[in-house]
């Protein structure tokens, strides 16, 4: 069981496309501005959660092509990730979509990131293999989107209270993280083939 719970933490916590937009988010725009896509990453994986919990079975049975689909949309989309923020390089602290979409868009970036789907299957996986009510799937699902809230809240206050250093060397960090978006895109493409 605790390497259960260990798996959950380091999973929701470790750099991801949620993670990586919060802190560059964060620290352009300001936390509280960033807010609305924070609480779409909550709202986002407690639907992947939920819905993997759900259908794990059948998904386990015909996870390649599932997985091949959605790692191909999420890189594409991750892809778009990289080259907005690229082409923001030089944008003085507003944000790539900050029209009030923030939240949407976490929505649908979570439905598609293929680290958010497999560790979805994963952990719902797992929690039924250790003999778990299958209806305790929905509080695992509550308790896994709450963690991730709680991740892109952490990366999201490193964003914010590093944004004067980041402000200085703006057009590096944001090539840096273009860089980075782009490599795990086009990383999440090649294995999904």
Not at 29 to 37: D, E, K, S
Not at 47 to 54: A, K, P
Request: aromatic share 16%; hydrophobic share 55%.
């Amino acid at each position: 069981m605790s390497g259960f719970i260990i798996y959950i933490l380091v999973s929701i916590f470790t750099p991801g496309p949620n993670n990586i937009f919060a802190s560059a988010s964060s620290a352009k725009v300001g936390f509280f501005r960033t807010l609305p896509f924070m609480f779409g990453v909550l709202v986002g994986t407690f639907i992947v959660f939920y819905l993997t919990g759900l259908f794990n079975v059948y998904l386990y049975e015909n996870v390649r092509v599932i997985s091949q689909v959605i790692g191909i949309l999420g890189g594409l989309f991750i892809l778009y990730l990289a080259l907005s923020m690229f082409r923001t390089r030089h944008d003085g602290g507003k944000l790539m979509i900050e029209n009030g979409r923030l939240f949407l868009m976490a929505v649908l970036l979570t439905l598609i990131n293929p680290k958010a789907i497999i560790f979805g299957l994963t952990v719902a996986a797992y929690f039924l293999k250790l003999g778990f009510d299958p209806g305790g799937m929905l509080l695992l699902s509550i308790i896994n989107a709450i963690l991730c809230l709680l991740s892109v809240f952490v990366w999201g206050f490193f964003g914010h209270t590093m944004k004067l250093y980041l402000n200085k060397y703006r057009l590096q960090f944001n090539i840096l993280m273009a860089i980075l978006l782009a490599y795990s895109g086009i990383i999440i493409i090649i294995e999904s083939l």
